[in-house]
């Protein structure tokens, strides 16, 4: 007797859809289907990073409630695109970055469209997503959160690794439909010492935390809690500016 299988149209209910990047090579493209509006938003190149990271601009995406270290410095804010798509080899829901000469066309496309993703012949060349030259086949789903638009929020906060901006979002909107669970918190980084100030081995760091020594705080531990008591501070006074305090 076969087991029981898990009857159709109920994927993705226990945990929210992730959305993964993908970045067509030069020359090459592939088909899918267009899973609703792109995301835009004003964002900084990211130096040290893969080729073509970006960050979303901290100032202008929680209407100067926090910071930017990136506007602060200099550094002019592009408008950047997060289009998501389901990609019609597998139908894995993914996400390309486009840029806002794009705009325009990217804005026209209608849900479930069938589109082409691509790259120019140069690895220089950005990501176009233009319509398909057959609208078949159509897309359809049993998924009926795949039927509506989709929002990128909890992917694009995971893929943006930014504490300030994860504990803003969290404290504005609550635990609402759009955040699933709150991020997970840091790991715990850090070097475990005997008494005598030694750190154990690394053979024994493990031992050492079981047995519950503290770890030693790092540099990164100390700027990441710094930034998430200055976002703190931030809600806080305009809780109390606006009454709420």
Known sequence: MPLPQRPPGRGGQARPTHWTHVAPEAGKQFHAWCAGPCHWFACHWVHGFKKGSTKPCLHEMTSGELTCARCDAGDIAAEVGYQPLYRELDAKPV????HEYSREAIDALKLHARVIVGRGESKHDSVYVIPGLKATPV???TLKERMKPADLTCSLLRLWKLPEL??????THGKSDKVVSPPAPPPEPGVRKRANGQPF??????????AGVPPEPSPMDEDMNAAMERAKARVEQKEKLNGKA
């Open 166 to 171: 994860d504990h803003w979002y969290i404290t």
């Open 95 to 98: 996400f390309v970055v486009v």
């Open 139 to 141: 897309y359809t789903s």
């Open 201 to 210: 081995s690394p053979m024994n760091q493990a031992a050492a935390a079981r």
